[in-house]
């Protein structure tokens, strides 16, 4: 009974760590999984020319 609440405890931990991380990330104005995602202004696929060849 303890293992699971700890278990369901941890989960929920991370998962509101990645809720978190992902309000941060469009806040700041970043795409998350995008490679230029530092030097993005906002749209995407406007910096990726070569990932559309």
Not at 22 to 49: M, V
Request: proline letters at 2%.
């Amino acid at each position: 009974m303890l293992t699971n609440i700890i278990l369901t405890l941890v989960v929920l931990c991370i998962a509101a760590s990645a809720v978190v991380y992902i309000i941060k990330s469009k806040k700041r104005g970043a795409c998350i999984g995008c490679p230029y995602a530092k030097n993005c202004n906002g749209n995407c696929n406007q910096n990726n020319e070569d990932l559309k060849k």
